[in-house]
């Protein structure tokens, strides 16, 4: 496992997994001291597999197993016991430089063979053992004889294991290649195998092919590494997508820049293909390096454009979204002369102008949209389309005002006339959406966008129904849609892991709220499904946001605990701001519940100092507004009403309360705990009446919406609330208590709320005598 490569070891990060749920044992040779292969395994293991997994370091041989070994390989035939002795001493007990020393013996006629044993001839008086085992392998190596040592040298150049037909070809003027190759392997060099119907050749260890390569004048593995290339691009000129990185190697170490760019650029476009991100970008990176200055800096240079634009989009597949919002924003301004305002103030009235100057123009649609696309406008609009969701992530706020700048800049184009024009103008429909301006607007721009049979482009069609799912999350229209099988196939086929994720996690968050708690799960597995096989951070993160929201409205408050510092620390490391954001309002959220108050604090602190940029996306701002609260009324509870204190915080928690309400009138997934919040604030301050009205209002709310975690909780709050013998309200909506208690059993029990049952048997058994909004 040592000379692995990158994407074998991401390869295996993913099946090693498969060993937590299935009998499954994976045992890995590899040696120390290799930092990027070896010991990196070694510290993934240790730090994701604590317990499950066990290092054997493996000792050199003792002397008298040194010794045993000798036995074995000569089959018992008796060595002069210096000679013997000499060996074990010099390969201090490292068996293959034992099994190197016998062959060379093999070699020079030292030990023969005669009726099928080995003998030990009179040369043995005048051996000469090497003191090291390269110096072993290099004598070996030597005393091959010309041709074919140029053979094995040729071979070594292609790597350590190699191709019958690309060494025929290389090496043409070599005779008798087969008995050459015969004989290596009889001497145990090398060894056959079989790949794809052709004959495969590997050096029997690493380092032979290593040493033999090293032992070569420089000139000559140049020119070997030329004729090695061109060799492949002829014998495997039908399927050569399968060697683009092994030709940009050769072509690289034949210092051909052309070519090496050529190949390099190549190999990432064939790893993109197969989700393999940071191979794809490495690729891509190393090719831009080759550039000279001169064309790095030519704008008429298609070539390097598109380079440019391959890696801006590989840092936004593998997660690094400042990055790419770096990249592609410089793109903009070099190449098509598109720049945003420089500062945050022009950033922000630019972008605000641009939002209002959409709402018209969706409105007064035939008025627009007549100029002629320029040349290359499905480029701007890709690298736009990335734009937006790297920023979504980055930085709400610049978000929505750049989107929208971008979104006006398009709306002078017949956008009808293109699918990537379209795509963009759809995306906009997110800032009405999601960012809370104006769900009508978000839906005319949905509409004019379906009128143009953009399901004909699965890419287009699948981006459709993602901005649709938004929208339709914050209409509350949380079914699973019952084409999602499809949506996610296309998603995939398309190569939209961005979107794919994304459309996901809306599903998951759409079953939380309907109280399925196995399709959640579903969505949470198809998301880790998509984060281990692309090795996604954005979908890895997506995913946790998604778990820890779900175990949230579920009442898995240990569950988040247990895991919720871990989650942190890697949120941590993408430096993904909105997620980390969301996570740390729920870690304080369950830390409220189970009274941990100095670790909800410290949450609650560092979230405060993220809050600014995401404040104006409702699914942000109402978060974290409950989080405020539910502390708030935590350190308030055991106040006495007369307190100074007291009234002037619960002035305060009034005032956020109802900051939250207006609010979560753009985000109906947090409404009905919204108003469950203000009843709390109210019955605080003894004002029955306005909390009653408030809990009318949550099962309203989640009857409506059929929002049903929320509206069990609303059931049992309005039974409690009724119960209180102190309370003159013993109705609501004509119901007593017991009406509302058995309805919130009742759907306790259906959705198997834990949490909420044990309260729910703690109230029915009397140990909680007043009541007291669930929060």
């Not at 593998?318 to 790419?324: C, P, R, T, V, Y």
């Not at 692309?534 to 009442?555: H, P, Q, V, W």
């Not at 978060?623 to 609260?629: A, F, G, H, K, V």
Request: aromatic share 12%.
């Amino acid at each position: 496992m040592h000379w692995s490569d990158a994407s074998s070891i991401a390869m295996f990060e993913s099946l090693y997994k498969l060993s937590l749920n299935h009998p499954v044992m994976f045992i890995n040779v590899l040696r120390p001291g290799y930092k990027e292969t070896g010991d990196y395994i070694l510290k993934y293991l240790v730090d994701n597999f604590p317990g499950d997994h066990t290092t054997i370091h493996v000792n050199p041989l003792e002397e008298t197993e040194s010794g045993n070994l000798i036995n074995n390989l000569l089959r018992e035939t008796p060595l002069p016991v210096e000679i013997q002795t000499m060996i074990i001493r010099k390969s201090e007990g490292n068996p293959f430089f034992i099994e190197e020393i016998l062959r060379s013996f093999l070699d020079e006629g030292i030990i023969g063979v005669k009726a099928g044993h080995f003998i030990v001839t009179e040369k043995i008086n005048d051996v000469n053992i090497p003191e090291t085992i390269n110096e072993a392998i290099l004598s070996r190596v030597d005393k091959l004889d010309e041709k074919t040592r140029e053979l094995l040298n040729t071979a070594s150049v292609m790597g350590r294991n190699f191709y019958y037909k690309v060494l025929e070809e290389a090496t043409d003027t070599i005779e008798e290649l087969d008995e050459r190759l015969a004989y290596l392997t009889e001497v145990q060099l090398i060894t056959e195998t079989k790949k794809k119907e052709d004959i495969e050749y590997l050096f029997k260890h690493a380092l032979a092919q290593q040493l033999t390569y090293d032992a070569m004048m420089q000139q000559s593995r140049k020119d070997t590494h030329l004729k090695i290339a061109r060799s492949i691009e002829k014998v495997f000129a039908a399927n050569i997508n399968e060697f683009y990185g092994t030709l940009a190697y050769h072509y690289s170490q034949a210092k051909n820049n052309e070519k090496t760019l050529q190949y390099m650029i190549l190999a990432g476009d064939e790893s993109a293909k197969s989700g393999a991100s940071s191979e794809t970008l490495n690729y891509y990176r190393e090719a831009y390096d080759l550039l000279p200055y001169s064309r790095k800096n030519n704008r008429t240079d298609s070539e390097v454009r598109d380079l440019e634009i391959k890696i801006a989009l590989g840092y936004h597949a593998i997660g690094k979204n400042f990055e790419a919002v770096v990249g592609i924003e410089s793109l903009m301004s070099k190449y098509f002369g598109f720049k945003f305002p420089k500062s945050d103030r022009g950033i922000k009235i630019k972008g605000t102008l641009s939002i209002l100057g959409l709402i018209f123009i969706i409105n007064n649609h035939w008025l627009f949209f007549k100029k002629k696309m320029f040349e290359d406008f499905d480029i701007f609009g890709k690298i736009a389309n990335h734009l937006g969701f790297a920023l979504l992530h980055l930085n709400p706020k610049q978000w929505a005002y750049k989107v929208a700048t971008i979104e006006i800049f398009v709306s002078q184009y017949d956008i009808c006339s293109s699918m990537t024009a379209l795509n963009v103008f759809c995306d906009g429909s997110s800032i009405y959406s999601l960012g809370g301006v104006s769900i009508n607007t978000s839906q005319k721009i949905l509409d004019f966008v379906q009128k143009f049979d953009i399901e004909k482009d699965p890419t287009s069609w699948v981006n459709f129904i993602l901005m649709k799912k938004v929208h339709d999350y914050y209409i509350a229209k949380w079914e699973l849609d019952k084409d999602f099988d499809q949506v996610y196939r296309t998603g995939l086929k398309t190569g939209g892991s961005w979107v794919t994720s994304s459309y996901v996690y809306y599903s998951g968050m759409g079953c939380i709220e309907l109280g399925k708690y196995t399709q959640f799960l579903e969505m949470a597995e198809k998301m880790k499904e998509l984060a281990d096989s692309f090795d996604y951070t954005y979908t890895r993160t997506l995913r946790l946001r998604l778990l820890i929201m779900g175990y949230a409205k579920f009442g898995m408050f240990n569950k988040i605990l247990t895991t919720v510092d871990n989650d942190i620390a890697f949120v941590r490391s993408t430096g993904n701001e909105v997620m980390l954001l969301i996570i740390l309002l729920y870690k304080a959220q369950a830390c409220l519940k189970v009274g941990e108050m100095d670790a909800a604090e410290t949450a609650i602190n560092e979230s405060k100092k993220m809050i600014v940029n995401q404040k104006r996306v409702p699914i942000y701002i109402t978060q974290y507004l409950i989080t405020m609260i539910k502390f708030g009324v935590e350190t308030i509870k055991d106040f006495q009403p007369d307190d100074n204190n007291f009234r002037s915080r619960i002035k305060e928690l009034q005032k956020l309360s109802k900051k939250l309400i207006t609010k979560a009138k753009k985000n109906i997934a947090t409404l009905s705990e919204a108003y469950q919040l203000n009843a709390r604030i109210l019955l605080m301050q003894g004002k029955n009446g306005r909390a009653i009205k408030n809990l009318s209002h949550c099962i309203t709310i989640g009857e409506k919406y059929h929002s049903l975690p929320d509206l069990s909780r609303a059931y049992f709050e309005t039974g409690k609330f009724l119960s209180d013998p102190s309370n003159k309200y013993k109705e609501l909506n004509g119901h007593p208590a017991g009406y509302y208690l058995e309805k919130a059993k009742t759907m306790f029990e259906e959705m198997e709320l834990q949490w909420d049952l044990e309260e729910y048997q703690k109230f029915n058994s009397g140990q909680v005598t007043t009541p007291s909004i669930r929060f």
